[in-house]
């Protein structure tokens, strides 16, 4: 069935920096899921994404939806050690597959 | 917050031994999921269950794995005989539509 692709599959970054992970398919995306795992913990919702070219904020995290709706990013701006985790994209198509994610780390 | 709960939160098994794992989802969600969760990696989907009827248990190892939701409620994950490759974190998830799914804390399975 369909995959996605998530790039990089580690980030570590500086506290206070920005940065940005992919979510990447070759087929077409009906919509797209992002979950947050903290270490040790249970995949939890963070958004959904439907519509082409949908951006949606939470706070300091930004979610895109690709035009041709192939691709979707996370962008976080001014990294905390409460970002601290993995970060996984997920397709639905009646059911939802999920990406290997992006574990986040922090230097504080 | 209403909760997906399962039990039990972690459970060593020696191969070839029998194991279950128990969910009960968040009242009034027919949907109910069981992935398999390896460590560095995506959840993987097991089974799916509308109400009591499976809808999806493409990737389930039925030669040693079953699953059942019999009165559409609560559900029951057997292993039978447990591998050691079985070694994962099992987790249940429930919902009401498609719009995000509510996952229960998982059971960690270690298999020796």
């Known amino acids: 069935g369909q995959q996605v692709m998530q790039i990089p599959q580690y980030q570590h970054v500086q506290e206070g920096e920005d940065f940005t992970t992919y979510c990447n398919s070759s087929?077409?995306?009906?919509?797209i899921q992002w979950y947050k795992q903290r270490p040790g913990g249970h995949p939890v919702f963070l958004i959904q994404l439907v519509k082409s070219g949908e951006v949606k904020k939470q706070k300091r995290l930004t979610f895109q939806f690709g035009e041709a709706k192939k691709n979707s990013s996370l962008h976080i701006t001014a990294t905390q050690t409460t970002d601290v985790g993995t970060y996984f994209c997920a397709q639905y198509d009646y059911k939802l597959s999920f990406g290997a994610g992006t574990t986040v780390t922090v230097r504080a | 917050e209403a909760e997906v709960a399962q039990s039990p939160r972690y459970k060593i098994t020696e191969k070839s031994q029998a194991v279950a794992f128990w969910c009960d989802p968040i009242?009034?969600?027919?949907?109910l999921y069981w992935y398999r969760q390896i460590l560095g990696q995506g959840p993987e989907l097991l089974v799916q269950f509308q109400d009591e009827s499976v809808v999806d248990d493409s990737q389930l190892p039925k030669d040693r794995f079953s699953a059942e939701r019999l009165k559409g409620v609560d559900s029951t994950l057997k292993i039978q005989p447990a591998e050691l490759g079985d070694s994962a974190m099992y987790l249940c998830a429930s919902s009401l539509n498609d719009y995000g799914y509510t996952f229960g804390s998982g059971t960690r399975l270690t298999v020796v």
């Open positions: 009242s009034g969600h027919a949907t």
């Open positions: 087929t077409t995306l009906s919509n």
